[in-house]
């Protein structure tokens, strides 16, 4: 549900409309905002008293808790800078990441999202070889069109609008 919450309040969300945050709807955003950010720190604190910090089975040990754990870190800096007035809006993007931390909680969601990271490394081959078609037909019509079409946009002599 607070990852939902999350989702609308992104949603929701207008940077460019009140800048200094003044109207009702940017402050109880942010009321929202610091309690989903709050919400996902506890959530990141009992998980490590549980599982320990370090170690094999431990939270840092899996990837999804990893991506949990930069999710609250950056977080943090967001809400110490935004304490000191520095507005470093780059790191509010962060909070787009958010909603994968639903992939962990359903599995197969999960499986998918493990073989699509897999996938990657093929899906490089493929663009390789699609750049280098991409190259040889454009090396092939310079060589076949090379300044054919050369002067032959022109206004003639007498054109008038």
């Known amino acids: 549900m607070v990852i939902l ?16 945050c003044t109207s009702d709807r940017c402050q109880i955003l942010q009321a929202f905002d610091a309690f989903i950010y709050v919400f996902f720190a506890l959530e990141m604190v009992v998980k490590m008293v549980a599982l320990g910090i370090f170690g094999q089975r431990c939270y840092l040990g899996d990837t999804w808790n990893r991506l949990d754990f930069f999710i609250v870190m950056s977080g943090m800096v967001e809400y110490s800078l935004d304490l000191q007035n520095i507005n470093l809006s780059a790191i509010r993007t962060v ?25 990657l490394p093929m899906l490089g081959n493929v663009l390789l070889l699609c750049f280098f078609v991409f190259f040889i037909f454009g090396i092939i019509g ?15 002599e007498n054109f008038t609008l």
Do not use: F
């Not at 989702?7 to 460019?16: A, D, E, F, N, S």
């Not at 909603?99 to 197969?108: D, E, F, H, Q, Y």
């Not at 310079?142 to 003639?156: D, F, H, P, S, T």
């Open 5 to 20: 919450l999350n989702c609308v309040t992104l949603g929701m969300y207008q940077p460019c409309e009140n800048i200094h």
């Open 95 to 119: 909070r787009v990441l958010r909603p994968l931390k639903a992939i962990n909680r359903v599995p197969s969601m999960r499986i998918l999202v493990n073989l699509l990271l897999d996938t």
């Open 142 to 156: 310079v060589q076949l069109w090379a300044g054919l079409l050369r002067n032959r946009c022109y206004l003639e």
